[in-house]
């Protein structure tokens, strides 16, 4: 099974024919080389009394383990030349498939864009007979479902009070030029009322007209 990006993230254990439901490759193959008839369970499947969960519709989910090659392969040349000991195969489970870029059996992984099907089979297989890939089952997801939950609201959280300064700051900014410009006119009617007052006590004083500027010892006339 692949996701929207074409990489496998999943091989199904079973699938249905005409009138059962039969084994896949990688179970079946699984179960030959452990020598155990796997039983198969609402969660998961047991074999070798080995109990391996699955995901939902019995999907063995997928941890590669590198790049291509990460597997060992063996490419037909060296066997069609003879280029091959009996220690390289005996008691081994051995997957023959194609290699070949352009072969269309590639898929993209996370270690390499171009990991051939065999040795994602042999992945699979691995897993069977080990017991070591990932756990992802209704439970997990279920943990994955809250902890998603969780971090959206911590996020919100943090970016509500991230914001809050911010709008405080332009809040206060706006009540500051709001008295600023209360107080600025307050400010000028006063110094209007005191000049008009000044004005109604102290005697006019007028400058001499035949003076453009004040110089230093003008002489000014003062009407009582």
């Keep these: 099974m692949t996701d929207g990006s074409g990489t496998p993230r999943g091989v199904p254990l079973l699938f249905r024919t005409a009138d059962k439901i039969e084994l896949s490759f990688a179970l079946r193959v699984a179960a030959l080389a452990t020598g155990a008839e796997p039983a198969i369970d609402s969660d998961g499947v047991t074999l070798a009394q080995r109990h391996i969960p699955t995901d939902r519709g019995h999907v063995l989910p997928l941890t590669f383990y590198g790049r291509h090659g990460t597997v060992r392969t063996i490419s037909a040349a060296r066997i069609l030349d003879g280029d091959l000991a009996k220690d390289d195969v005996h008691d081994r489970i051995v997957v023959i498939g194609t290699t070949v ?21 042999a992945t699979a297989i691995a897993h069977l007979v080990t017991g070591d890939g990932i756990r992802l089952d209704p439970f997990t997801r279920a943990i994955d479902a809250v902890i998603g939950v969780v971090l959206t609201l911590i996020l919100v959280g943090l970016a509500t009070e991230c914001r809050r300064p911010h709008s405080d700051r332009r809040r206060a900014s706006g009540m500051g030029r709001r008295q600023f410009r209360r107080f600025l006119s307050r400010h000028l009617a006063e110094r209007d009322t005191a000049d008009r007052s000044r004005c109604a006590t102290d005697p006019v004083i007028r400058r001499d007209p035949a003076l453009a500027e004040p110089q230093p010892g003008a002489v000014f006339r003062q009407d009582q």
């Design 101 to 121: 870029t352009g072969g269309g059996d590639v898929f993209p992984t996370p270690f390499d864009p171009v990991m051939p099907g065999a040795e994602i089979v």
